[in-house]
């Protein structure tokens, strides 16, 4: 008669993670004063790891896309290094220009993580814990094993990413994360790195944000023209003359095959659907349908 087998021991089943569903901060007065809202942003990416190659950035891209889409003309996108008196001068120079900021990178627990405390020293203000973001924090991470094990060392350090510019606005825009997007000066909005946190905190920023009526937005149509960029200059550059006080323009963006497409931004819709037909006429070409356009977009970011 064979020997039972011995009962193996089996590893308990995980807890589930908790569901996570924190309340919204309440959307402020306007900070730019009322009937007042955003026309110019710049963006200002901050971090070694993107100089040296070792990250790609993403997030100046998907800002840039952000702004387009909710009528904010960009103006500049600067790269800098883990650096406080590059993002001590850069970030006075954007706050100063124009009228959203934001910042990216540099908020986590490292040594190397100093764009809080750099612009807490930027606007001359002392660094403070934020109790409620601790309290998120703890509450999002209790049922990680990890957080038991922490010495106090390594408590801290995680603690420093709740460690905001006493002034400052702290806009909790996400629900299901502890992650808030802090605000100074009513324009300078400090984002982290990740994309994927980057891109879910700047989409729920949007109703605490200034936005100009949809109707004021600029209207961008795409022309598609089997011609290389050198036979359709001429054209181009006349018909850019013509429209400039229509504050209407052109751009042409050559095909790695023949062809290139020509894109006509406006405020009035009607009028760049107008232009788009002479165009796609005069250059033998057709017009993209939205379809195609974010086909050509989605393409381009990967």
């Not at 795409?222 to 050198?230: A, G, H, K, Y």
């Not at 400039?244 to 790695?256: A, F, M, T």
């Amino acid at each position: 008669m064979a020997a039972p087998k011995p009962i193996e021991d089996k590893p308990l089943p995980k807890p589930p993670a908790p569901v996570i569903d924190f309340p919204i901060s309440q959307i402020p007065n306007n900070p730019l004063g009322e009937g007042q809202y955003i026309k110019t942003a710049g963006a200002l990416i901050i971090g070694d790891e993107i100089l040296n190659g070792n990250t790609l950035d993403r997030n100046s891209n998907y800002f840039a896309r952000f702004c387009f889409e909710n009528g904010i003309e960009l103006k500049r996108i600067e790269v800098i290094a883990d650096d406080e008196d590059e993002i001590i001068e850069a970030s006075r120079r954007m706050v100063e220009k124009f009228d959203f900021v934001i910042t990216s990178g540099g908020i986590g627990p490292t040594h190397d993580d100093i764009t809080y405390a750099s612009l807490a020293a930027s606007f001359g203000q002392e660094l403070k814990y934020h109790n409620e973001t601790l309290r998120r924090m703890e509450e999002a991470s209790r049922h990680r094993t990890w957080m038991s094990q922490q010495s106090e060392e390594q408590r801290t350090a995680r603690k420093r990413m709740a460690l905001f510019p006493e002034a400052a606005e702290v806009l909790f825009v996400a629900g299901d994360s502890w992650v808030p997007v802090v605000r100074l000066k009513g324009k300078l909005c400090i984002f982290p790195g990740i994309p994927a946190l980057f891109q879910k905190l700047l989409d729920n920023l949007k109703p605490f944000l200034p936005l100009s009526p949809e109707d004021e937005r600029p209207f961008r149509l795409q022309v598609f023209t089997s011609l290389p960029e050198s036979s359709i200059a001429p054209f181009l550059t006349a018909l850019q003359k013509r429209v400039k006080p229509e504050n209407i323009r052109i751009g042409s963006y050559p095909l790695l095959h023949p062809g290139a497409h020509v894109a006509l931004i406006g405020s009035d819709r009607e009028r760049v659907k107008e232009l788009g037909l002479e165009v796609a006429k005069e250059l033998q070409g057709r017009i993209l349908s939205e379809e195609e356009t974010e086909a050509m977009t989605r393409a381009k970011r990967q």
